[in-house]
């Protein structure tokens, strides 16, 4: 776990180093509004999963994903969504997020299903790559609700396209 602690830290201050040197002060969230992405560790909780997402305005973003990992014997399934906050202005930006994700795990004829609500805060970079795609780019941690008294905990890290 602290190698994988090691690896989030220095994908963070690449991440900065890369936005730092950019027009980080100009937002481009509201001129690409509509994109896809696939991220790892989300939707919460989840291994690798895809989604649509859509900049409301330039301080919210909504996020809805699908993921599903499984054997012969054996899956989970998750489908979640989220809202995430930004400071306005800023295509790198901090945020915070929250969210929920309906997760079914289903082992031979057993299956049991469970709502995770959760909240979210990380690192955000949306900026243009063509004239007509902008690529986003987040590195987060998220806090589901499992239980009373019970958590899981989860960084994520996922690519978006927004056009």
């Known amino acids: ?8 830290a220095i994908l963070a201050m690449c991440f900065g180093l890369l936005a730092a040197s950019s ?5 481009n969230r509201d001129k690409k509004q509509i994109g896809l992405w696939v991220g790892i560790m989300d939707p919460f909780p ?7 997402a859509y900049n409301a305005f330039d301080l919210m973003k909504f996020r809805a994903g699908y993921a599903k990992f499984g054997t012969s014997s054996a899956s989970i399934q998750t489908i979640g969504g989220s809202a995430d906050f ?25 299956s ?17 790559i063509l004239p007509f795609m902008h690529l986003d780019i987040y590195l987060g941690y ?17 690519v978006g396209a927004y056009f």
Do not use: C, E, H
């Open 1 to 8: 776990m602290k190698r994988f602690s090691k690896i989030v």
């Open 23 to 27: 027009n980080a002060d100009v937002s």
């Open 46 to 52: 989840s291994l690798l999963g895809i989604g649509i």
């Open 86 to 110: 930004f400071i306005p202005g800023w295509s790198f930006s901090p945020y915070a997020g929250i969210g929920a994700s309906y997760f079914t795990l289903s082992v031979l004829s057993y």
């Open 112 to 128: 049991a299903s469970i709502v995770v609500p959760y909240v979210s805060f990380g690192l955000d970079w949306q900026f243009p």
């Open 142 to 158: 998220k806090v589901g609700f499992v239980k009373a008294g019970s958590y899981s905990k989860s960084y994520s890290l996922g």
